[in-house]
């Protein structure tokens, strides 16, 4: 494989790009600062890039003013990788501080920048979290009073939506090294392999190929169908009439790809031959849906068309897709009531699913970016029919 490898990182005017998009709408809901506590949205302003976020002991803190650059309040072992970012003002403590980390320091700066509106916007609702001690965030409540926290969790996730070219450049490259692991991976299965050991090899070559990383990759199988795509892999041997999906989340530069491919062993019966078509077609129902002006609803509608008359008993995934970025999903979901816009430069999964039989599913994704002409996949397409694996494990 040969593939151009984007450039690492962003300019300095790409995040300031974004957080005048911020202060734009800080200023027309009336909000002084916004508060961001967790790695994506301090990632998204900062450009700050560790893997130390894996460790909970530690909360960090970065605040967006409506005026003025960002800043950052962490703690004490993060200063030389926050200064390595475009971030100017930064404010750190010794950590860890079980009595106090970091909430003085952080309670005098919001004080300093929240004196017009006395307004704090904060990730409080749909699909975010605090990642801070419930007692610690009560404290900083008491510290700032009277100023008023206003959730802007919905409107972080409408200025994430919307991805900068090289934003789509990253997910498009670790779309493309995925997609192509998985074109190859047909090749090395045998029946009597495990789900565990199907998953390995595709994970090596992930990351042969350029990934920096594989932190998702789940498996399910059974006979002529499975029913759950989240709990694998497992020791399960694969035997004849075994379907098996690997829905994979790997990541270049801090962005994801998401999406899976399915693979039958030995013989496939023409119910599971015809579920997987049936998905196969909805994928291009919602793909030629997804186009500026329709909506999330609009593809939700298009895709559960085809699958409805396939024959679909349900879906108990509870959506047919979402966003992706620098998160593995990411707002909106493609629901029936969702109904977000689409606008170009969103990037979203089609992940039409049904249960076709009892105890059996059928699941297929592929990564698209919407363009002012309409969708175009990221991800290479899967086959139209399912690979079957005939060798047997020597």
Not at 165 to 176: M, P, S, V
Not at 219 to 231: E, P, R, T, V
């Amino acid at each position: 494989m040969n593939l151009s490898i984007p450039k690492r990182g962003f300019s300095q005017s790409e995040f300031e790009n974004r957080t005048s998009k911020a202060q734009r709408l800080m200023t027309e809901l009336k909000i002084d600062a916004i508060l961001l506590t967790t790695e994506p949205n301090v990632r998204y302003f900062s450009g700050f890039l560790t893997q130390f976020w894996q460790s909970p002991t530690r909360p960090w803190f970065l605040i967006v003013p409506r005026d003025g650059g960002p800043i950052a309040v962490i703690p004490e072992i993060g200063l030389s990788g926050m200064e390595s970012t475009w971030i100017e003002n930064i404010r750190t403590w010794t950590s860890p501080c079980p009595e106090d980390d970091g909430i003085s320091l952080l309670s005098q700066t919001l004080k300093d920048v929240t004196k017009k509106f006395g307004r704090l916007g904060m990730t409080l609702g749909q699909e975010s979290h605090l990642r801070m001690p419930a007692k610690n965030f009560k404290k900083l409540i008491e510290n700032i009073s009277p100023v008023e926290i206003f959730d802007f969790a919905l409107s972080m996730h409408k200025i994430k939506k919307i991805k900068s070219c090289a934003e789509i450049e990253k997910i498009q490259h670790i779309c493309k090294i995925t997609s192509l692991a998985f074109e190859a991976l047909p090749d090395s299965l045998n029946i009597g392999e495990t789900e565990r050991e199907c998953c390995l090899k595709l994970r090596h070559d992930i990351l042969k190929q350029g990934a920096d990383n594989s932190p998702y990759m789940i498996a399910g199988s059974g006979l002529g169908g499975y029913d759950n795509i989240i709990m694998g892999p497992t020791d399960k041997i694969l035997g004849n009439g075994d379907v098996l999906i690997i829905d994979t989340g790997s990541t270049f530069d801090g962005y994801f790809c998401d999406f899976d491919r399915n693979f039958a062993f030995g013989k496939l019966s023409d119910e599971t031959r015809f579920a997987y078509q049936t998905v196969f077609q909805a994928t291009d129902a919602g793909f030629k849906m997804a186009c500026p002006g329709k909506t999330t609803s609009d593809i939700w509608e298009a895709m559960w068309k085809i699958l409805e008359k396939g024959g679909a008993l349900g879906n108990n995934v509870g959506r047919l897709g979402h966003g992706l970025g620098m998160e593995l999903t990411e707002w909106p979901s493609i629901t029936l009531d969702d109904n977000t816009l689409l606008e170009p430069g969103m990037i979203l999964t089609l992940e039409p699913g049904m249960t076709f039989s009892t105890g059996k599913q059928m699941v297929h994704e592929e990564n698209i970016v919407i363009t002012e002409e309409g969708a175009r996949m990221l991800s290479n397409r899967a086959p139209n029919e399912i690979p079957i694996i005939q060798k047997i494990i020597s």
